[in-house]
């Protein structure tokens, strides 16, 4: 390290800057690559298996341990440590940066709260932030929130235990329930998935009108709702979508769709810096909206749960729209389906 001439400060030296990079290699594109290489484990065990048996069988054992050792192993302490540098490595990466429609409104509402951030794009990886490894400027009462994720993501071997560790829950409407009645805030895309089949390349895309789930058990525990958007996140990865971005008769459309909801994940291929599962560098933005208090109703009717619905989609329209210049996307527009 060396001092500025201004003595503003240490300059981190080659060698540092280095470290720092080899580091982000080793941080930033596991969650991507280890669903990949999840996926594709079982085929290339099956392989091994038929050219070289005695591999084949050490690589089946190996597969079937990490499918089904339990999620909830304590988590080893150098695991801990890797995973508080992945949220500092994203921070410092990209940058990762916080910000408050209205940060006091916080302090008069007590925990837990329902988190929805958006929007999805290919992972949701900033959503991290609110996990049992949080971002700094995350104010205490929204950190170590359980994520909830895809339940497809919990089958993928390695991967399955790291999400758990970053707090991570398969998303499901008991899991979801069962975390608000612990007393812990829960932080879900309620978008999902589906999103990712109505991505469009230079839009943002929210799938929230016939979301009403979340809503719903919001309404039942009295949780309030707190909208997030992350500006930036959709630049990260490029992809493409087979039987979507590529026009063919061989499955109809909303065949693909059913069949996508069925699995919990939409088929695509991502890329991300020099078409590797290392992201690109964008500064991701998360702005944090107001929480929207509910009532507490153990059976809330359709039409109050609409009415809250339309209240939290108005909420992250409010926020898209009103920092979209502020974060580097003023010509930018926001589809809401």
């Known amino acids: 390290m060396v001092e500025t001439e201004q003595g503003a400060g240490p300059i981190p030296s080659t060698s540092s800057r280095l470290l720092g990079h080899v580091g982000h290699y080793l941080a930033l594109p596991v969650w991507i690559f280890g669903l990949i290489a999840g996926a594709l484990w079982p085929t290339f065990t099956l392989l091994l298996?038929?050219?070289f048996p005695k591999l084949g069988?050490?690589?089946?054992?190996l597969l079937v341990i990490a499918l089904f050792t339990p999620l909830d192993v304590p988590c080893p302490k150098f695991m801990t440590r890797y995973l508080r540098y992945c949220t500092t490595a994203a921070s410092e990466y990209y940058p990762v940066t916080i910000r408050y429609v209205k940060r006091e409104a916080f302090k008069d509402t007590k925990k837990p709260f329902v988190i929805g951030y958006?929007?999805?794009?290919?992972m949701?990886?900033?959503?991290?932030?609110?996990?049992?490894?949080?971002?700094?400027?995350?104010?205490p009462e929204l950190q170590h929130a359980r994520l909830l994720a895809s339940s497809a993501g919990f089958w993928a071997p390695l991967t399955r235990h790291l999400w758990w560790w970053l707090g991570a829950r398969p998303v499901s409407r008991d899991s979801f329930a069962a975390q608000l009645r612990s007393g812990s805030s829960v932080a879900l895309c309620p978008g999902g998935v589906q999103e990712c089949l109505y991505m469009e390349r230079g839009a943002e895309v929210v799938y929230?009108?016939?979301?009403?789930?979340?809503?719903r058990l919001a309404l039942q525990h009295g949780t309030p709702l707190v909208p997030v958007f992350a500006f930036g996140q959709t630049e990260t990865y490029s992809y493409v979508r087979p039987f979507i971005d590529w026009r063919t008769s061989l499955i109809p459309k909303s065949k693909y769709f059913s069949f996508v909801r069925r699995i919990g994940y939409v088929?695509?291929?991502?890329?991300?810096?020099?078409?590797?599962?290392m992201p690109k560098k964008f500064p991701i933005n998360i702005v944090i909206g107001e929480p929207i208090v509910v009532p507490r109703v153990d059976?809330?009717?359709?039409?109050?749960?609409?009415?809250?619905?339309?209240?939290?989609?108005?909420a992250m329209q409010g926020i898209?729209?009103?920092?979209?210049?502020?974060?580097g996307y003023p010509t930018l527009k926001l589809i809401v389906y």
């Open 49 to 51: 298996l038929f050219f």
């Open 299 to 314: 059976s809330p009717p359709p039409e109050q749960v609409e009415e809250y619905l339309q209240k939290f989609i108005a």
């Open 124 to 139: 949701p990886q900033a959503m991290s932030m609110f996990g049992s490894q949080p971002h700094p400027d995350v104010l």
């Open 57 to 61: 069988t050490v690589s089946l054992a």
């Open 320 to 327: 898209f729209e009103g920092y979209k210049a502020e974060c």
């Open 267 to 277: 088929p695509m291929l991502i890329f991300g810096s020099l078409g590797t599962a």
């Open 208 to 215: 929230l009108r016939r979301r009403r789930g979340f809503v």
């Open 118 to 122: 958006e929007p999805h794009s290919v």
